[in-house]
């Protein structure tokens, strides 16, 4: 009694957490499902926008420093970075990168200024995996950790590497995806901060027609 009396008051305090994080997030634009978690010590600031979509999660110390919409059912691991692939200007001649223009000025926007991370649902971005603004990455897909993602991923591929490369696929066939994505759409999902024994985890399933 007393044991679940405190399980649900630590989970409480995740929950309140995950919102205090998402509070600090800076951008002018901030939109959040539900059922999210954010890990400890993250950085969330974008010069236009972050989204994130229901029952997605962030790990420890996620640093997001570019625009991006996060899908549903998205799981970045801890120390996951989405960065703006040219957020300081360093081309110009006579001004040392450190005084360069940077994406996040009022003053003077960057070109790059709206450029974003786009993230299908669905998607696992493995422990340390650095995504570079500009990317599309398509639902379901896997980026392996410790990985470089600097041009777009397929649905449904695993990708891995500096620059990441595609490395494997997640399903072989079709059918797979198709039987996946009605279990996914038609099931109930929902975490708990209570700890993973403790979430509903029910795909759905085709009825058959007698
Ligand atoms: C992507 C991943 C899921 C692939 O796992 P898998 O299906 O078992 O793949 P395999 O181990 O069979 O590897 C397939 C190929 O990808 C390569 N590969 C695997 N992980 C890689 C990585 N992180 N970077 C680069 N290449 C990788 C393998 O060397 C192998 O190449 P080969 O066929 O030339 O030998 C796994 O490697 C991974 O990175 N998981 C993320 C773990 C994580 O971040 N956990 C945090 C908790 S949220």
């Known amino acids: 009694m ?7 008051v630590l989970a409480g305090l995740r929950r309140l957490a995950t919102r205090y994080r998402l509070a600090t997030c800076s951008a002018p634009i901030r939109r959040f499902g539900t059922d ?20 997605s999660y962030l790990g420890h110390e ?22 703006g692939r040219r957020d300081h200007d360093f081309k110009t001649p006579g001004v040392p990168v ?3 223009h940077w994406i996040g000025s009022q003053r003077t926007p960057s070109p790059y200024r709206s450029e974003e991370v786009f993230i299908d649902d669905d998607v696992w971005l493995g422990y340390g995996a650095i995504v570079l603004s500009g990317v599309r990455i398509g639902r379901g897909a896997i980026v392996a950790a410790g990985s470089v993602v ?6 449904y591929s695993v990708v891995g590497g500096n620059p ?9 066939s079709s059918e797979e995806i198709q039987a996946h ?9 929902r975490s708990s901060e209570r700890g993973y024994d403790h979430w509903i985890v029910q795909p759905g399933h085709k009825r058959t027609v007698p």
């Open 2 to 8: 007393l044991r679940s009396g405190l399980a649900g």
């Open 36 to 55: 999210l978690h954010v890990g400890s010590r993250p950085r969330l600031w974008a010069p236009e926008r972050i989204e994130i979509g229901d029952h």
């Open 62 to 83: 996620v640093c997001i420093e570019t625009n991006c919409r996060i899908g549903r059912f998205v799981l970045v691991a801890n120390r996951v970075a989405l960065v």
């Open 98 to 100: 450190r005084f360069g």
């Open 150 to 155: 600097k041009e777009d991923v397929e649905p």
């Open 164 to 172: 990441a490369k595609p490395i494997g696929r997640r399903f072989t």
């Open 181 to 189: 994505e009605s279990g996914v759409q038609a099931g109930r999902f």
